[in-house]
């Protein structure tokens, strides 16, 4: 394989087919864990309307997919009770992935 940079554009000259197919799977790989990344460090609030600009549908409610009233019910509930860990900041509960997913997890456990 050889390797060129051209006016900021990386060129390569593969010398086998195979070399292809791990190139293929080096860059699935890689948005594989970038999209993770982005995933884990979404967070999530209690409001009507979704963030402009986010790139994803931030109400906890459309996270859930339960009412607001169900999401406050497990927002007030201590984690160890099966409630759901958020931060109030104000007036406003905002919560992250990494919550929503124990919380998951929990209700998952729970009905087995």
Not at 3 to 9: A, F, H, K, Q, T
Not at 24 to 45: K, V
Request: hydrophobic share 35%; aromatic share 6%.
């Amino acid at each position: 394989m050889q390797v060129e940079l051209v006016n900021g554009i990386i060129q390569l000259q593969l010398s086998h087919p195979r070399e292809m197919e791990l190139l293929n799977t080096a860059a699935r790989e890689l948005a594989a864990r970038l999209a993770g990344e982005a995933l884990e460090n979404r967070n999530y609030h209690m409001g009507t309307k979704p963030t402009p600009g986010r790139g994803y549908d931030d109400r906890l409610t459309m996270r859930l997919g339960f009412s607001a009233t169900t999401c406050y019910e497990y927002l007030r509930l201590d984690p160890k009770r099966g409630g759901l860990a958020g931060r109030q900041v104000g007036t406003k509960w905002l919560v992250t992935e990494e919550a929503v997913r124990d919380f998951e997890g929990r209700k998952t456990k729970q009905a087995a």
